[in-house]
């Protein structure tokens, strides 16, 4: 996972070695590398201005500390700024105070919603928690049929409208669901909805009404990690056209570059709160910013 951008950075820390102080030609010359680094992963283009203007602002201003020498420096001002820009701390799950809490998951066809609304569902139940799915993506061919055999695999019903019931319409499914989760005692109700292969004004119509009948206490957008600066473009038409809470990255195992996992917060600033890496239901983590950065400089 975003191994140039690895490969890269280490690359340039490595020509600081054995540097007893830095040189303004030398916090120069490591700002071009890490912007071209940044660059190549396909980070956005006013993402990578802020990132290398921080990382040049505290390689000249910060204390040389005793513990580090100045190439460990760098690379702890980088560690930092990766963290920063990947939001910081953690933003765990809001649970709501009282009910249910309502989870609804947006995002275009292919993002992998139904996938990751299952994989939620089973780190739900690993929480303890009595999750119940609820498929309102009424459009897509076998998108109900799909949520209800991925529920099946982790243990956790699905409500979908009856098979025959002609198609339904989400709305009222998405409205029901939540007295099926009250009448069930389900504390948590994750509801699944349609998207599009594209952006496309009926479907964000049809998650704003969703999103209005349900009062989700948390809309989370779903993005495949692996379609770059796609996603921020995706992102953004979303955030005007649904709104949303927090961002979760799929596909992130396919993500060679890292461009929109390292862009999306800064551009939206919305945090990304899990990632999803791989088809089996157990590859769905919290996304951590710390560990995250660790990876990239590891
Ligand atoms: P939806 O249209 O947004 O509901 O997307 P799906 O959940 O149907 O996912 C689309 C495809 O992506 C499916 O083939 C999934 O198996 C696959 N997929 C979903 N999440 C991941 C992931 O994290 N990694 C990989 N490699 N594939 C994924």
């Known amino acids: 996972m975003f191994a140039t951008l690895s490969d890269r950075l280490t690359a340039t820390f490595k020509n600081l070695r ?124 076998n998108a109900v049929q799909q949520l209800q055999v991925n529920g099946e695999k982790v243990g956790v019903p699905v409500f979908a409208p009856e098979p025959g019931n002609g198609t339904g319409d989400p709305v009222s499914v998405a409205k029901a669901s939540i007295e099926e989760a009250k009448r069930r005692l389900h504390d948590v109700v994750i509801v699944d909805t349609a998207g599009r292969l594209g952006v496309d004004a009926e479907m964000m119509a049809q998650a704003a009404g969703i999103r209005d009948a349900v009062q989700p206490d948390e809309v989370l957008f779903v993005v495949d990690a692996m379609i770059g600066q796609d996603a921020l473009i995706t992102a953004q038409a979303f955030l005007d056209g649904v709104g949303y809470d927090g961002v979760v990255l799929t596909k992130l195992d396919g993500d060679a570059r890292g461009g929109a996992a390292l862009s999306i917060r800064h551009v939206t600033g919305r945090p990304v709160m899990f990632a999803s890496s791989g088809e089996k239901m157990t590859d769905f983590d919290v996304f951590h910013p710390d560990r995250m950065a660790s990876r990239i400089l590891d």
């Not at 054995?18 to 956005?44: M, N």
């Open 18 to 141: 054995g540097k007893g102080r830095l040189s303004e030609a030398d916090i120069d010359a490591t700002a071009r590398e890490i912007r071209i680094a940044l660059l190549e992963a396909d980070v956005a283009l006013p993402v990578v201005k802020d990132f290398v203007a921080a990382v040049k602002e505290r390689a000249r201003s910060e204390e040389v500390s005793g513990a580090l020498n100045p190439a460990q420096q760098v690379v702890k001002i980088v560690n930092d700024e990766l963290v920063a820009i990947l939001g910081g701390e953690t933003r765990r799950l809001r649970y709501a105070k009282s009910g249910p809490t309502v989870i609804m998951l947006a995002g275009l066809q292919g993002a992998g919603k139904t996938t990751l609304a299952a994989k939620l569902a089973l780190w739900l139940k690993e929480q303890g928690k009595t999750p119940l799915l609820v498929a309102c993506d009424l459009q897509r061919p």
